[in-house]
Every structure is written in C-alpha cells, then in structure tokens.
C-alpha cells in the first residue's frame, strides 16, 4: 500500500488485490489509528474477496482491536459480519458459470438422402428453380407431409412404454422478404394440396347430397313418430337420425386465419387442418390482434397433441372437438420471429416451444437471372402423389389408429438419442437454460421418424428401421442446431448487455465502498436501460451465479455481485 492512491475506489482495489493473494498479516499488524483511517475500504475489500479465508482473517485481527474504534467502524465491522451472515445462508458463492457458447451449432445443412430419391431430386430441384437454400423447400415439405398423415399414424415411444405420438409439426421458415417464400409453398404444399382437393371436393359434394337426403327423410320419420306418439318408435327413429354424421370437409388448408375460423372449419372437416402460410398474420391473431391483446391459443395447443377441446364462446355454441390435430408451416420475417418469441402470453403458455425452425441462407442479390433448371415432371408428379395418398389415408378412431413400432436397433438409437437430449437440460448442458423446448424435443424427434418412415415404406405395419432412426436424428440435429445458433446469438447479445452492468456494478462496489448496489441506482449508471431490461440482464447473471438478489424492502432490491468478478 506504499503507492499514493487517490480515491477510495483505488485503495479498495489494492486491498482487494491483497486480501485475495492472502497478504493480510501486515494490514493487521497496522495500529488502530491506521486501521480507523481506512475502515470502509478494509470491510468492503473483506466482502469483496474472494479467498474467504483471508479475509475472514483480516476482518476478525481488526475487529480484535474495535474497543479502540469509533462507533461508525464498529458499525462497519458489524455490517461486514451481517454481510457474511447472508451469504452462508444462502448456501455461499459457487463459481460463476455462463451458458455454452460451445454447444454444437455445426448442423448448417438439412441432411442429404433422408427423403426417398425422387422426392430429395423434386425438392432440391424446386430450390435451384427458385433460386432459394435447399432447406426452405425440404423443410417445408417435412410439414406437409406431417399434415397429410396426421390422424392417419401414429408412432409409439421406443421403450415400448406405451406413449403414442400424432405427427403433427408446427413449424415456422425464417426468412427477409424476396427471398422467394411464396413460390416455394406453392411448389410443396398448395400445388400438390389442392390437387388432391378438387378431386376429393367431387366426391364430398356427392356424399353431403346423400347426408342431406337421408337427414331429411330421417327428419320426417321422427316427425311421423312424434305425431303417432308412440315412444319405441319415436326413440328408434332418434337413434336412426344421432347415427347420421355429415362427411368431412377436404378444405382443411388455411391461410390466414382467426382461432374461431380454424375452430369452425376443423367442426367441419372432422377436427383436421393444416395452416401454411408464406405471412406470419396467423402468430399476430394468435397473440391477440382481432381480440383485445388476448392470447387465444387453446385450440392451437390442444391441435398439436390432439387432445379433446371444447371450447366456450360467448357469441356461438360451445364448440366441440374430440380430436383436433393441427400442423402449422410458416414463413415469417425475423422481426415477427423475435415477436413470437419474446411474447410471455404465447411462451409462457408453452407454444412457442412446439415450433421447430429453421433459417435458410438468404439468396436476395446473388441469383442468377438466366437460370434455366426446370422441375423434373416425373419427380414432380411423384410427389402429389404421396401427398395424394397420405391425405386419402383412413382417419379411424383415436384408439384404432395404426401405430408405427421400432425394430430393436432402431429403438436403440432413438433412445440414446433422447438420453442425449434429456442429459442436455442438466445445469451447463446446452439445453439447461431452455427447458420447455427440451420437453418438447422427445416428440418431435419421434413425429419426424414417423414421417420419414412412411415415406421410405407408405405402410405403417413395418417396423421402423435403424437407417430411418438415424435419419431422423440427422434431421432434428439440424433444427437443435437452429436452435442453439439462436440461443448462442441471444446470448451474446445479452451477455454483451450483463458485461456493461458488471462493470456498473463493480464500478458503484469500490467507489462507495459497500459490497451491493441498489437495481435502482444501477439502472441509473446504464443510460437507457429499462427495469424490465435490467432484470432480465440480472436474472441471467443470477443464474450464471454472477450476483446474488436480495429484497431489501418492497420496492427496493440489492444486487450483491460475486467475489470471483474482482479476481
């Protein structure tokens, strides 16, 4: 301490510096005088120290001498006690983690050959023509295929423990404008869907013929027995009519869309419904556009499992859904992503971690005008085709729908890859800090292996094969991988965020000479900041042990950071 420091901030420091390399012998042997002189400095470098050992030597050789104190040093002797008090009740400082920043993101590509041949060369074919990332097409086709089997399979967990999953998949295509989003839903989804539609429209029309007729006549039989009045007759004839059931719908592919129009379309096509849009409008009437900011999202939620909704509304008849089942495809500008995301109504409630997507390279001023790749007809027919059959599949009854079973290896590598994926959400594994994705990730996973398995064999009896389980582990390692890019981009941006108040806050620490500062004063040094951006900011430093929050009184809260900051 022999160099001249100029303020209390500087000598703290150098305390600090001392304490930690256990250099406290000399500092004790100072005589009360001296000792007095500094108090603030010598108790706050006690608090500040990381080497608890030392500095609980040093505050213990000073207070040996407080008889010779003031009362403010004993005071502030007392208060470095209190200090120490807190924290063993909260169990001590544990050394500071961050989150990983090197998890695994090296999945930029969706993978080769996990589609039969001649889908892979149509998908991969309509990116050149269009002149997009191969993943847009191939991702979005993923989804279609989901909605055209959904309510047709299902696929059982590996353990044989008896949990079935629909296929179902929200997804969401991440996307600036011009990037030529529309072009590639038309060339996956509508084109092929509405193929299918005009066909299976002819047919509905002749069916909803006959329901209409019989319902008629079956109406004026119960009115015949009504006016007889004979009451076998009458319940017979009831029983005839409750028995008719209007044919299902195909207009199941929406756009954009309210929750009460997708409620009242999915009554009529039998509880399916597929929403693909290359506009993000439905996650805006989602999050309460057309509904006083309400979040109307039940029937969203419930579509993904296929779990019974009914639904009260104050305007209309309670609506009824036995089995809903529901896939969503949309492309979305980043901006409305990071709405999405950030918006606690739909977080909180669990949906935004249903979305698995992706973000393909953006093309927009590096396309070739004089392209001339063109489609393969014959690739392209073969996959209407397979979204034909898919979507003519029979839709019976929850408990009769046919359920995809594992060969043994195939479960094998399924669950040493949900293993991996339960191991991640341990503190300081990749998913640690996202647990609600992670709960969903099992069920995705599982929903892609059943796609992939009917495209490889269209027949839900054959097992499913170890090369369709390590491929649809490729391809939701290429969604995690989206995901922990994402992560690790918003960490930095709020580890960016939390170094400025650290710096804050140690900066408040030494210069006035106290082991904490108040949120409010450190709202106060961050020009800008908000309270609602300063905790977020604490609660991530929080829990990367950083600092330790303490309620102080109702309105006031006490950010003390760690010793291990000022090593």
């Given at each position: ?22 250099d ?7 005589n ?16 500040l ?46 050394p ?12 930029e ?56 999953e ?14 030529r ?5 038309s ?118 499992s ?10 209309r ?29 739909l ?118 094969s ?28 709020v ?7 650290l ?42 042990q ?14 003390y ?7």
């Open positions: 301490m022999k160099k001249k420091l100029t303020n209390k901030g500087e000598l703290t420091t150098e305390l600090l510096a001392l304490v930690n390399d256990g406290v012998k000399d500092i004790i042997n100072l009360a005088a001296s000792l007095e002189k500094h108090m603030e400095e010598l108790c706050t470098a006690c608090m120290a990381a080497d608890t050992e030392a500095s609980q030597i040093l505050l213990d050789g000073i207070a040996e001498k407080s008889d010779s104190f003031q009362p403010r040093s004993r005071q502030l002797i007392a208060n470095a006690y209190e200090y120490f008090d807190i924290m063993r009740q909260k169990g001590g400082w544990r500071i983690t961050m989150q990983c920043d090197d998890a695994d993101t090296n999945v590509h969706f993978p080769h050959g996990v589609y039969p041949e001649p889908i892979e060369v149509y998908l991969r074919r309509t990116a050149e023509v269009n002149q997009t990332a191969p993943e847009m097409p191939l991702c979005i086709a993923l989804a279609a295929f989901a909605f055209a089997l959904q309510g047709a399979v299902k696929i059982s967990y590996p353990s044989g423990n008896g949990h079935t629909h296929l179902c998949l929200y997804m969401a295509v991440i996307a600036e404008p011009s990037e989003k529309s072009s590639s839903f060339m996956t989804i509508r084109k092929a869907f509405r193929s299918w539609e005009k066909k299976a429209e002819t047919e509905y029309q002749n069916r909803l013929s006959e329901f209409k007729g019989m319902e008629k006549s079956a109406l004026s039989a119960l009115s015949s027995a009504v006016r007889s009045g004979d009451e076998r007759t009458i319940t017979q004839v009831q029983k005839d009519y409750d028995r008719l059931k209007e044919p299902d719908s195909p207009q199941m592919l929406l756009d954009d869309t309210t929750p009460e129009a997708l409620g009242n379309r999915m009554k009529k096509t039998g509880g399916r419904a597929g929403v693909f849009s290359d506009e993000g409008g439905f996650l805006e009437t989602l999050a309460g556009r057309y509904s006083e900011s309400r979040a109307n999202i039940d029937l969203v939620l419930k579509g993904y296929g779990e019974y909704a009914s639904i009260a509304r104050i305007t008849d309670d609506l009824t859904l036995p089995r809903p089942l529901l896939t969503i495809c949309l492309a979305l500008q980043p901006v409305l992503w990071e709405r999405f995301c950030t918006d606690s109504s977080s909180l409630r669990g949906l935004v971690p249903r979305f698995i997507f992706c973000r393909p390279a953006p093309m927009a001023g590096s396309r070739n005008a004089n392209i001339t790749a063109v489609i393969d007809a014959d690739s392209e027919e073969l996959y209407c085709r397979y979204i034909d059959e898919f979507l003519s599949l029979p839709r019976p009854d929850d408990d009769d729908v046919p359920v995809i079973q594992w060969e043994d290896d195939a479960a094998e590598i399924m669950l040493e890859y949900l293993q991996k994926l339960e191991s991640e959400q341990r503190e300081g594994g990749c998913l640690w800090h996202d647990k609600a994705y992670a709960g969903k990730a099992s069920g995705v996973v599982l929903r892609i292996a059943g796609i992939l398995h009917m495209l490889r064999t269209r027949n839900p009896d054959i097992l499913l170890s090369e369709t389980a390590s491929a649809a582990v490729k391809v939701h390692m290429f969604f995690l991988s989206e995901k922990l890019r994402e992560q690790a981009s918003s960490a930095k941006t580890r960016s965020a939390a170094d400025h108040a710096d804050s806050l140690k900066k408040i620490c030494l210069s006035e000479c106290r082991p904490y500062a108040s949120k409010r004063e450190l709202q106060r040094s961050l020009n800008g900041c908000t309270s609602d951006d300063l905790t977020d900011v604490l609660d991530y430093l929080a829990d990367c950083c600092v330790e929050l303490v309620r102080a009184s109702r309105s006031s809260v006490r950010v950071p760690s010793p291990f900051l000022f090593l």
